[in-house]
């Protein structure tokens, strides 16, 4: 079985300064992993996702995201915020394996941007 | 390319009700799936259909959901009777096919409120 944890239910954050939203893992498989956002009143979108290659992987709208497999994370990271990104950060994990497509979501981490 | 539709976006009803939700995926795309998302906690997958074949219903509680994708294109979840814990928001999603280990476009989601 898989789970996710988000460690910050909310992060605070002044506009234009850095955010790193913390996610960690566990599962017995080797997994691909996804980084989602969701705007008020609107579905999830996909920010970025790491399936192979390269550990740090690159998004939309500025954001990226590093696997560290022996710490079984995938930090989420933008070295400056913008109002804009006001959100909910869902982190999300799945099997590697062909069919099995089954998100795992984390709790969510709530972005608030001040001005 | 028109994104993945969902109706009503809204529902109240009472407990011991019935009501039912509907979703029209992307174009083309094979596998749709139903997550519901309650307040403060990730989305969690009710069911995931290959075209009209269900795929993965493990954690559908079918004594009182029902879901169905008849012509492998647009779906209906059902409730059936409601209870104040089924409060969520469900959200539909699709992707392009199985073992596609990439993106799930989802739904603006709808919203329901049991009283």
């Known amino acids: 079985a898989q789970s996710v944890t988000q460690l910050d239910s909310q992060v605070p954050v002044f506009e234009e300064a850095p955010v790193e939203l913390r996610c960690n893992y566990s599962s017995s498989v080797s997994v691909y992993l996804f980084w989602y956002v969701q705007y008020p009143n609107q579905g999830l979108q996909l920010l970025l996702k790491y399936l192979s290659g390269s550990t740090l992987v690159k998004g939309i709208n500025g954001f990226e995201a590093e696997f560290n497999k022996s710490q079984t994370s995938f930090h989420l990271r933008k070295p400056s915020v913008h109002i804009s990104d006001t959100a909910e950060y869902f982190c999300?994990?799945?099997?590697?394996?062909?069919?099995?497509?089954?998100?795992?979501f984390g709790t969510g981490t709530r972005l608030t941007i001040i001005p | 390319e028109a994104g993945v539709a969902q109706s009503p976006r809204y529902k109240i009803i009472e407990k011991r009700q019935s009501v039912a939700f509907w979703c029209n995926p992307i174009?083309?795309?094979?596998?749709l799936y139903w997550y519901q998302q309650i307040l403060g906690q990730g989305p969690k997958l009710l069911i995931q259909f290959q075209n009209n074949g269900v795929v993965d219903d493990s954690q559908l509680p079918k004594d009182r959901f029902s879901a169905e994708r008849l012509k492998g294109v647009d779906s209906t979840l059902k409730i059936q009777p409601a209870k104040l814990e089924d409060s969520a928001v469900y959200l539909c999603a699709s992707s392009l096919a199985r073992g596609y280990a990439g993106e799930q476009y989802f739904g603006p989601g709808t919203r329901l409120t049991v009283t």
């Open positions: 174009s083309g795309h094979a596998t």
């Open positions: 999300a994990v799945s099997d590697r394996v062909f069919g099995n497509e089954k998100l795992t």
